[in-house]
Nanobody, 120 residues
Framework: QVHLVESGGGSVQAGGSLRLSCSHS????????MAWFHQAPGKERDGVAF????GRKTATSSRFTISRDIAKNMLYLQMNNLNFGDSGMYFC?????????????????WGQGTQVTVSS
C-alpha cells in the first residue's frame, strides 16, 4: 500500500526559502512518476514540479527544484524567493508510469499536504 507524508511547511517571509519533504512507502519505486502540487485557498491544485522515472525534472518556476532520493524513499521540493502567491497547501503525488502528467486527476496516490504561508 502506498503512503505519502509531507512535511516541511510553515510560515516564511516573502523572499525566504522552504524545503518540503515527502516520505513515501517503499511501494513507490523508480517506476513511479512523482510530483508536487500547490493548492491556493479557493483554487484547484496545480502541478509545480515533476520528476519522472528517468529522473528528468520539470518545474513551473525556476524558483522551485524537485529532487528525489529513492534509496531513502524521499521526495523534496526546494522553494526559493517565495512570494505571497506561493501560499497554500502543497501535496506530494505519485503515479506509476514513465510520463508525468500535469493533471492532478492522473495521480492515484496523494499525501495529506503541508501548509505554506508566505507573509510580507
Amino acid at each position: 500500500q502506498v503512503h505519502l507524508v509531507e512535511s516541511g511547511g510553515g510560515s516564511v517571509q516573502a523572499g525566504g526559502s522552504l524545503r518540503l519533504s515527502c516520505s513515501h512507502s517503499g511501494d513507490v519505486d523508480s517506476d513511479f512518476c512523482m510530483a508536487w502540487f500547490h493548492q491556493a485557498p479557493g483554487k484547484e491544485r496545480d502541478g509545480v514540479a515533476f520528476i519522472d522515472t528517468e529522473g528528468r525534472k520539470t518545474a513551473t518556476s525556476s524558483r522551485f527544484t524537485i529532487s528525489r532520493d529513492i534509496a531513502k524513499n524521499m521526495l523534496y521540493l526546494q522553494m526559493n524567493n517565495l512570494n505571497f502567491g506561493d501560499s497554500g497547501m502543497y501535496f506530494c503525488a505519485a503515479e506509476k508510469g514513465p510520463i508525468c502528467s500535469d493533471y492532478d486527476s492522473d495521480y492515484g496516490y496523494w499525501g495529506q499536504g503541508t501548509q505554506v504561508t508566505v507573509s510580507s
